[in-house]
């Protein structure tokens, strides 16, 4: 079953724009909220992450906002650029009890666009 | 340069001829990991692996083994290959440890396209 729902599936933005990517998680036991960025023909790469312990996490025009009470947490990306079209990706690993992690669950990915 | 690669990047196969995608990396990670990318499906976990000898299933293991008998390399195999596993492989990397909050990123590799008809 799919644990981590992600929408919407493809975003056009214009260039100066703000793109919104939205995730939704089920397991509360998820405790590290990664997402990673892939540009055509490439494997993924670490975008940004945050902990269920801040409600809120920026690196540059990159932003993650966390609801934990509704399970949902969100990338921002403010002033989009065409160098930002690529598809991303939400994630969360299952924790083991014992420390680290385990599975990994992956969103189904948005493509972005960001036009001129 | 800090890296995982895979081999070969391109595939074309027919159907029931045993395969292995080869997955390296040079990180020490413990933590390695194989995934399948479909469109509209996103990234799969197929297998992970958190250290030599210990590997697991992810949520679409059938049809695939793993072996992990070196810390540095972690091969896909398909002994009978379907047309339904057509597919983009990623293999990936990671840190790993007895503690949280820990920093988890994967390092993922440049990808396999498989094809098989």
Redesign the interface.
């Known amino acids: 079953q799919q644990q981590v729902k992600?929408s919407p599936?493809s975003l056009i933005v214009q260039k100066g724009g703000i793109s919104i990517i939205n995730c939704a998680y089920e397991n509360t036991a998820f405790?590290?909220f990664?997402w990673?960025q892939q540009f055509p023909?490439?494997?993924?790469?670490?975008l940004i992450?945050i902990?269920p312990d801040v409600s809120e996490k920026k690196e540059g025009r990159f932003t993650i906002s966390f609801n934990k009470s509704a399970k949902q947490f969100s990338l921002h990306i403010m002033d989009s650029q065409p160098g930002d079209s690529a598809t991303y990706?939400c994630?969360a690993?299952s924790?083991r009890f014992?420390?680290?992690?385990?599975?990994?669950?992956?969103?189904?990915?948005t493509k972005l666009q960001v036009i001129p | 340069e800090a890296q995982?690669t895979q081999n070969p990047r391109y595939l074309i196969t027919v159907t029931g001829k045993k395969l292995t995608v080869t997955c390296s990396q040079n990180m020490n990670h413990e933590?390695m990991?194989w995934?399948r990318q479909d469109p509209?499906?996103?990234?799969?976990?197929i297998y992970?692996s958190?250290n030599v000898e210990v590997t697991?299933k992810?949520?679409v293991p059938e049809g695939y083994k793993v072996s992990r008998k070196e810390k540095r390399n972690f091969p896909l195999i398909l002994e009978s290959p379907s047309p339904n596993q057509t597919s983009l492989y990623?293999c990936?990397s990671s840190m790993?440890?007895?503690?949280?909050?820990?920093l988890?990123?994967?390092y993922?590799?440049?990808?396999t396209r498989l094809t098989v008809t």
């Open positions: 992600q599936q405790d590290y990664p990673y023909g490439k494997g993924p790469a670490l992450a902990r990706f994630a690993p924790p014992s420390g680290g992690y385990q599975k990994v669950t992956f969103g189904t990915g | 995982v933590y990991s995934y509209g499906l996103g990234l799969r976990q992970y958190m697991d992810g949520d990623f990936a790993t440890g007895p503690q949280r909050p820990l988890y990123e994967q993922f590799g440049p990808g």
